[in-house]
């Protein structure tokens, strides 16, 4: 029996990208029967089962606390509306960059903002006894937005695909979707909002409140997050190392905090070893060959492990919190 | 105890000698996105289907019993009709109940006679509410008073529309004086005071060649027409005085106001001799209307007040509202309410795609009272 359930996009760039967040993190995650499987295991970590589902369905099943924790946009997780309380953002990963925004068509000259929409929606009421009609799968925020807007003469037309093309297949005026570039929404002669932007989506690793979380389920996740952690903190810290030589230990400490470096294990009595952000580590090597230390080597890092990484501590936090 | 509430109410509504008809449970959903919005999805209870024959469980009693008579009333004088029968809406809140109990009755006359039926509306709930020993709040109102005070300002369009269509928002007129205080997107006006300067038909032309050398295509409900003709406004509006901010004002503190009736139409019309206030006349004689309606109102020992900006989201109704209110049922617990919606009778007449037709020069005014909060406020 796994202990966590782990559910991750069977499909598309989406999984691509995710697979390839894993394996750099050293959890690289391979599927059981070849590529068409729909379970998959991950790297040295027997305790974990990968599913793979569509990104729409990992976030109902992270709802539905059918799995532990899922990759998934958080467009998609946020749709779940009330459901969406029990979902926990564990971690943003910076991949599947949207926006979910309102669009109109660009022929309408006259319409820039939320409130001309709101008046051409009234006039086109008055006038024809119709409501403005927009395209949408996105039911929930779409209604909340355009409600908080005082936008309320219009009428949703649930798409449930291709929905940039609505209005010029003469079944929507305009759109609720999400958009990368504006290229799609630019070549089905519609146009964004200046302030029709509902949500600057992007995947996120979310974990459910609803699973049943075991201790050993919890442990699996939190090992995880300290991995995934240890691997952002390797990218972002160098190593500095140096001989002593005539520079003096306190001087050198005092350098490494005013870096905002970390001490490392490698430090001793002719020895200094210190972690330092990437950015400033040239900059802090010349300062300690400065004090007289030397030479003075910068050196990458795979991983920086910390006793209790921070991410898992604030799952943890967010858990006790709820429960 | 419901019942005993639900037959004093009927034995109220019988003054009004009504035919009563049971209006079907299930209504067309696409009649109630129409009427009240999206909003409705949350609030009513919607069953599967195709999305234009979709039904829902009737969430008042209103449309349905416009939807009936307009299909079998006799339009050659007026005629009231009268229900009791169950509605149902969806509760967020667990401790309400998403299926209770309407009595009400709907007036149908001709617009020259209905003014006179008006009074007797209320009269009928307050008689309900006597017989069960119940001394409600009674909250008066009139939008067309408010829409009166709007149009007496006279201020530049397309503020009017603006300040109207704001007064059935929560935000409310606070909305509005933002956007007058807020200067307006530099390029698009550019583009608007130019189109506004040139003959309709000319800039038309202008913006069809503007797209077109774009590669743009018009997709979506409005025409080329529409689109410039918007644009040219927008542009006369910027080169037109803007709205007085003192005009804005005067109509949001005008619509605050909130009195006894008799006080409240004193203030009104101590308000019509404000500066902002260009055209006195037809407020005026919305006041005196409102006045003759409280005049015929059965008020021995009546709670009441009245205010032009009641009737706030409330969107069915275009003259006169008013509800009842148990305040030891708690803040704002409503006993029902009701008004004049002549908008609406043709509105629902219009969207059966003609099917059904309300004489053009009639209007209708009705209530609904709930029993069940009767039956409790009477304990």
């Known amino acids: 029996m796994s202990a966590l359930i782990l559910a991750v996009p069977s499909k598309g760039r989406l999984q691509e990208q995710t697979l390839g967040f894993f394996a750099d993190c050293g959890l690289a995650i391979s599927q059981d029967g070849g590529k068409r499987g729909y379970v998959a295991k991950m790297a040295g970590r027997a305790e974990v089962e990968v599913r793979l589902l569509s990104a729409g369905d990992i976030s109902s099943a992270l709802r539905d606390g059918d799995v532990h924790v899922g990759v998934t946009g958080e467009d998609l997780l946020r749709e779940l509306g009330a459901g969406f309380q029990r979902i926990i953002m564990v971690k943003p990963l910076g991949f599947g960059r949207a926006d979910l925004v309102v669009a109109a068509p660009a022929a309408w000259l006259d319409v820039t903002t939320m409130a ?110 300290n991995q995934i952690e240890a691997r952002e903190e390797g990218r972002k810290l160098k190593l500095v190392r140096a001989a002593l030589g005539t520079a003096k230990p306190e001087a050198v400490a005092a350098l490494v905090e005013r870096m905002g470096g970390r001490p490392a294990s490698e430090s001793g009595p002719d020895i200094v070893a210190f972690y330092c952000p990437a950015e400033r580590a040239p900059e802090a090597s010349a300062a300690a060959a400065a004090l007289g230390a030397g030479p003075v080597g910068i050196f990458s890092s795979d991983y920086v492990f910390e006793r209790a990484g921070s991410l898992s501590r604030r799952f943890a936090d967010e858990f006790a919190n709820a429960s | 105890m419901t019942d005993a509430a639900a037959q004093a109410v ?149 503020w009017p529309r603006r300040v109207k269509r704001a007064f059935a928002r929560p935000g409310g007129l606070a909305t509005v004086l933002r956007e007058a205080a807020a200067p307006p997107a530099p390029e698009e006006s550019a583009m608007a005071q130019a189109l506004a300067a040139l003959p309709e038909e000319r800039a038309e032309a202008v913006v069809e060649e503007l797209l077109a050398d774009a590669g743009v295509a018009i997709v979506g409900a409005r025409t080329l027409g529409e689109i410039a003709a918007r644009l040219r406004e927008k542009g006369r509006t910027l080169s037109a005085p803007r709205a007085e901010d003192a005009a804005l004002q005067f109509i949001a503190e005008t619509t605050a106001i909130e009195a006894a009736p008799d006080a409240a139409f004193a203030a009104l019309r101590n308000a019509a001799e404000n500066a902002a206030v260009k055209n006195a006349a037809p407020f005026l004689a919305a006041i005196a209307r409102a006045e003759a309606r409280w005049a015929a109102t059965d008020k021995q020992a009546l709670d009441a007040t009245f205010s032009a900006g009641f009737g706030r989201g409330l969107a069915y109704y275009d003259g006169f509202v008013f509800e009842l209110e148990a305040p030891q049922l708690g803040a704002r617990a409503s006993l029902g309410g009701g008004g004049r919606y002549d908008g609406l009778l043709h509105r629902i007449a219009s969207s059966q795609g003609g099917a059904l037709k309300a004489p053009e020069q009639w209007g209708a005014a009705g209530f609904a009272l709930r029993p069940q909060r009767l039956a409790e406020a009477a304990r």
Request: aromatic share 6%; charged share 25%.
């Open chain 1, 116 to 225: 001309d929409l709101d008046e051409v929606s009234a006039a086109m009421r008055a006038r024809t006894g119709k409501r403005l009609r927009v395209a949408t799968k996105y039911l929930k925020q779409a209604h909340a937005f355009l409600d908080g807007r005082g936008v309320d003469d219009y009428r949703i037309v649930e798409s449930l695909g291709a929905t940039e093309g609505a209005p010029a297949a003469g079944v929507a005026d305009v759109i609720v979707d999400i958009t990368t570039t504006g290229a799609t929404l630019k070549a089905n002669h519609l146009k964004t909002l200046s302030d029709g932007l509902i949500l600057k989506s992007q995947a996120q690793l979310a974990a459910s409140r609803a699973a049943d979380w075991s201790d050993a389920a919890k442990a699996a996740f939190a090992a995880i997050l």
């Open chain 2, 10 to 158: 009927r034995a109220a509504v019988e003054a009004l000698s009504p035919t009563w008809i049971t209006p079907p449970v299930l209504q067309p959903a696409g009649l109630y996105l129409e009427l009240a919005g999206e909003d409705i999805r949350a609030r009513a209870f919607m069953l599967a289907g195709d999305e234009d024959e979709a039904l829902c469980l009737r969430p008042d009693m209103t449309a349905p019993a416009l939807r009936q008579t307009l299909r079998s009333g006799d339009w050659s004088k007026a005629f009231s009709v009268a229900y009791d029968g169950l509605v149902f809406r969806r509760q967020s809140d667990g401790q309400k109940e998403s299926e209770f109990r309407q009595v009400g009755a709907e007036v149908f006359a001709p617009r020259a006679e209905i003014a006179a039926s008006e009074a007797g509306v209320i009269n009928v709930t307050l008689a309900a509410c006597r017989a069960l020993n119940i001394s409600p709040r009674v909250r008066l109102g009139d939008v067309a008073v408010f829409e009166a005070l709007v149009e007496a300002c006279v201020l530049p369009e397309p």
